[in-house]
């Protein structure tokens, strides 16, 4: 039976809503390791991407985050704040209209690169993060925990994601990592993207007990179908829709690969795995039920 | 006089213009307020980072009409523009690398050297390989520039493919390449307006020699004109000029096309006075430029390039049609 990320917040916010609220300076170090010192607990977060915004709710601040980007679509409750950026990049003019007293970010789009140099030319302490592993996502939710004054709550949080997690991997002990390629796009050009290793969601990969049939560490995030077809992996992820999947395993070559004949050729959700954050160990026991089906039912 | 008042008044206006300007437009009444130390965060907004960003618009729009005034010359050529030369290619390339590849130099430092060094070189290697193959007049450096330029795309997007992933997004390179100015702090403003002061300077020696040069070169040789060494020489100086533009402020398309004509308009063919009023000129499309970039799409920001080559197309288009009915 698995808990599901929600009720881990419901139980975070429920158990420590009387956490004292630090009046003190906090200082932290960023994934960028600037020193971010805040002179005392935030209460006007902007957070930008869908990662950052959900540590930040899941630590049952979501009344704090007053800014988001355009692609945030969880939780729900924070979808009418104010918007700061999109795909066409991201706005210190509206950043600043909102007074924030931290912003949240991580170098991905230009979010970084437009944002931190101005927020710290104005004073307005930003943090960086950096997910390239599922540990340093729980890093971040303990460090976000930290920053916002309830390290309580950060700590409690990740330490129950870890258990989750470490429970998965005591069910799969002993088991064959089956060989798997994710997809989790596709180009105009016929080239698809693949999850690598040294990523966040490729560790989500072996931690749900599957090991790479594609390439090393060096592999280009785009390869050809026929990398792929010429690799044959035991399962094939399609992060996305199953209509899509269908409609890519359909096509010539795709139909006598050993995944799609075997039927183990699933789709996933990208909610879970391109989303570094709490959602991501929900996407590792999904996953991991799919690799080992076997395991998940003992 | 009354010319130089003139584009002196718009240069003016159109920095006023563009301090307003923003997703949050700024009254008049802001500004002086915060230009009288107010301690707003909104008031700080426009001091440390609004006013800055306007200003190095406005010197990279200097530049580049100032390598577009010279390459013109230089070229007699009224479609030449100061990018011909590789200097976009190199410049490029090198942001790519400094984007891309963690080299543990601060990107604010490498991103502007690399560029610089990317547009100088690629205009450096252009001449030289003209030089090698032998084609050392106007129409081979042209050639040798497009296949030079072919290489370095070529190379910058492989780089593109192979080095960006999740945390380094190929929007950030994307963006750099289409054209944005960053946002200097006021010691590098005053550098780059340091700068620009020497690049004028250098440019107005060549007003003379390209003034002679635009008689034809057997009668700039008959004036005494080593033609070559003086295109040479020339182009040199019109690529530091454009490297230090691309170096603040990405690729700005058509600028340096565009504002020797404009300003030819005003103050007639005579490098002289065509120099500094293409200056003048480009300041003023940059800045707008800028202005339109950053408040257009809320809260997102145009690359500056892109509203300048919208812009600049149809007049591109136009200036073809006028030189191919006459």
Redesign the interface.
């Known amino acids: 039976m698995q808990t599901s990320c929600g009720m881990v917040i419901l139980t975070a916010a429920c158990a420590l809503s009387l956490s004292s609220i630090t009046a003190e300076p906090i200082t932290v170090r960023d994934a960028f390791d600037r020193a971010v010192t805040l002179p005392a607990s935030p209460q006007r977060i902007v957070t930008i991407f869908a990662s950052n915004t959900e540590m930040v709710a899941a630590l049952g601040l979501a009344d704090r985050i007053v800014g988001i980007e355009a692609y945030t679509r969880y939780p729900p409750e924070i979808l009418d704040r104010p918007?700061?950026?999109?795909?066409?990049?991201?706005?210190?003019?509206?950043v600043?209209?909102l007074?924030p007293d931290l912003v949240v970010v991580?170098?991905?789009?230009?979010a970084a690169?437009?944002l931190v140099?101005?927020m710290q030319?104005?004073?307005?302490p930003t943090i960086v993060l950096?997910q390239?592993s599922v540990s340093e996502v729980l890093a971040n939710i303990r460090l976000l925990g930290r920053v916002a004054g309830v390290s309580d709550r950060g700590e409690q949080l990740a330490r129950s994601l870890e258990t989750r997690l470490a429970s998965t991997m005591q069910r799969l002990k002993g088991r064959t990592p089956p060989r798997v390629v994710m997809i989790t796009g596709r180009l105009g050009n016929g080239l698809l993207l693949v999850t690598?290793p040294g990523?966040y969601t490729g560790d989500a990969i072996e931690l749900a007990g599957g090991r790479f049939a594609l390439g090393g560490r060096g592999v280009?995030?785009?390869v050809s179908p026929e990398a792929i077809m010429s690799a044959d992996p035991d399962v094939l992820l399609y992060a996305g829709s199953p209509a899509d999947r269908d409609e890519l395993i359909k096509r010539p070559g795709w139909s006598e690969m050993r995944a799609v004949t075997a039927k183990r050729a699933y789709a996933v959700s990208r909610v879970e795995l391109l989303i570094p954050g709490p959602r991501t160990i929900d996407g590792i026991e999904h996953l991991a039920a799919l690799l080992h089906p076997m395991a998940s039912e003992q | 006089m009354k010319v130089w008042l003139a584009l002196a008044l718009i240069l003016v206006g159109a920095l006023a213009l563009a301090v307003c300007a923003?997703?949050?437009w700024a009254t008049p009444f802001d500004l002086v307020r915060a230009v009288a130390g107010d301690a707003d965060?909104?008031s700080?907004?426009l001091v440390?980072?609004r006013m800055p960003r306007v200003l190095a618009a406005a010197f990279v729009g200097l530049l580049l009409g100032l390598g577009g005034a010279v390459f013109q010359g230089v070229f007699r050529n009224p479609l030449a523009e100061p990018y011909l030369l590789g200097s976009a290619g190199g410049a490029a390339l090198g942001a790519t690398i400094a984007l891309l590849v963690p080299v543990g130099v601060p990107q604010?430092l490498l991103l502007p050297l690399l560029a610089f060094a990317g547009a100088w070189g690629a205009t450096v290697f252009v001449i030289a390989v003209s030089r090698v193959a032998g084609a050392v007049d106007a129409a081979g450096m042209l050639l040798a520039g497009v296949a030079v330029a072919a290489m370095l795309g070529a190379l910058r997007s492989f780089l593109m493919?192979?080095l960006?992933?999740?945390?380094?997004?190929l929007?950030?390179v994307l963006?750099w390449v289409l054209g944005g100015v960053q946002?200097p702090?006021w010691a590098v403003l005053g550098l780059l307006a340091i700068i620009s002061g020497a690049c004028f300077g250098l440019t107005m020696r060549l007003a003379g020699g390209l003034d002679v040069l635009g008689l034809g070169e057997s009668m700039a040789t008959g004036f005494g004109l080593e033609v070559k060494r003086f295109v040479a020489w020339a182009v040199l100086a019109g690529s530091v000029v454009v490297a230090a533009a691309v170096a603040f402020g990405g690729l700005v398309a058509f600028v340096g096309l565009a504002a020797p004509h404009i300003a030819r308009w005003f103050v007639g063919p005579m490098h002289r006075p065509l120099l500094p009023a293409s200056a003048l000129v480009g300041a003023c499309i940059v800045t707008i430029a800028d202005a339109i970039a950053?408040a257009a799409?809320?809260?997102?920001?145009?690359p500056l390039g892109l509203i300048t080559a919208v812009a600049g197309g149809p007049f591109f288009i136009l200036l073809l049609a006028h030189r191919l009915r006459t």
Not at chain 1, 83 to 94: K, Y
Not at chain 1, 106 to 110: G, H, K, L, M, N
Not at chain 1, 121 to 124: A, H, K, Q, S, Y
Request: aromatic letters at 4%.
């Open positions: 918007l700061v950026g999109g795909r066409l990049g991201f706005s210190v003019d509206a600043v209209k007074r991580t170098p991905a789009r230009q690169h437009q140099d101005p030319r104005l004073g307005i950096m390239r690598r990523t280009i995030a785009q | 923003g997703h949050e965060i909104r700080r907004l440390e980072w604010s493919l192979a960006s992933d999740d945390t380094i997004s929007q950030v963006s946002t702090t950053r799409l809320p809260p997102a920001e145009i």
